[in-house]
Nanobody, 121 residues
Framework: LRLEESGGGLVQPGGSLKLACTAS????????IGWFRQAPGRGRELISCFSDPTTYFPDSGSRRFTTSINKAWNTVYLQMNDLNPEDTATYYC?????????????????WGKGTLVTVYS
């Protein structure tokens, strides 16, 4: 399984971005997909865990972010709204075989290389 993120870029505060995580090699239906981010100088943190059709958020998770899936394209999306400079980070998707709220920093089986999101004013 190979994961590739796309959709990052520059956005002004209050704006939106939609990131994509496209998998090749195996169907995502057998995996839970985690979205993570790592801001400059900070550790990587979990944003959400998507196990079709449910999205799980950590206690610190933002409800400004939602996830969805296009099964035909084997792609999971992260819709980010009302972005602010604190959302500036490299965003990663990762997959863990199985279903449910099972996404953890150390428990993922596969990682993408990340896509950079910069929120500037």
């Amino acid at each position: 399984l190979r994961l590739e993120e796309s959709g990052g870029g520059l956005v002004q505060p209050g704006g939106s971005l939609k990131l994509a995580c496209t998998a090749s090699g195996v169907s995502l239906e057998y995996y839970s997909i985690g979205w993570f981010r790592q801001a400059p100088g900070r550790g990587r943190e979990l944003i959400s865990c998507f196990s079709d059709p449910t999205t799980y958020f950590p206690d610190s998770g933002s409800r400004r972010f939602t996830t969805s899936i296009n099964k035909a394209w084997n792609t999971v999306y992260l819709q980010m709204n009302d972005l602010n400079p604190e959302d500036t980070a490299t965003y990663y998707c990762a997959a863990r075989q199985g279903s449910g709220n099972i996404c953890t920093l150390t428990g993922m089986d596969y990682w993408g290389k990340g896509t950079l999101v910069t929120v500037y004013s």
